[in-house]
């Protein structure tokens, strides 16, 4: 890969991350706010990685640069349920964050076979914690779609409260698995 390459790259990834910050700053309520942030906050460390990669490690930054974009993805789907009026949006962009958390943990997963037993075991301890919060938000949100509810304001608190202790979890991965 190329740095022009790679500099197209970022700067169409900051572009998104920009567009998502304005859409969340136009219309997001306050208790949406610190989510929104933590997955900001988590998009600029992913971007400092790649950047810092481009100069010092080439060899790594395509495989940072393809778990900034799958992180990017959860981030915009995430806003998306936020700002949704309706269930069936709600729904459908939360499934679409899911199957983002799905390909970023597999390419993370992916980064941390290389490394050493022991960070490599702790690695997928930690993944693993996150994917089970993972398949909480999909039991969740298929519980509500089966019927089990209507999806009213009460279903949707529910399933966002998974989707919360799932995106802070991801938060919580050590940046060396970053």
């Avoid at 992913?46 to 080439?58: F, I, K, L, N, T």
């Avoid at 640069?65 to 995430?78: F, I, K, P």
């Avoid at 999806?151 to 919580?172: I, M, N, P, S």
């Amino acid at each position: 890969m190329t740095i022009t390459t790679i500099e197209d790259q970022l700067a169409e990834v900051r572009f998104r991350i920009d567009r998502m910050q304005a859409r969340a700053q136009a219309g997001v309520a306050a208790d949406v706010l610190p989510r929104i942030q933590r997955h900001l906050d988590a998009l600029h460390q992913d971007e400092a990685s790649v950047r810092a990669a481009s100069g010092q490690a080439p060899d790594e930054v395509e495989d940072k640069l393809g778990r900034l974009t799958s992180r990017l993805d959860v981030a915009e789907h995430s806003l998306t349920a936020d700002l949704s009026d309706d269930w069936a949006t709600f729904a459908a962009a939360v499934e679409e964050e899911l199957r983002g958390w799905d390909t970023y943990l597999e390419r993370l997963q992916t980064g941390v076979a290389a490394n050493a037993w022991k960070t490599r075991e702790q690695a997928e301890t930690a993944i693993a914690d996150v994917r089970s919060r993972r398949i909480a938000v999909e039991a969740r949100l298929a519980q509500v779609c089966d019927g089990a509810g209507d999806g009213g304001q009460k279903q949707r608190e529910c399933v966002t409260a998974a989707r919360d202790e799932l995106a802070q979890k991801a938060h919580q991965l050590p940046t060396k698995f970053n």
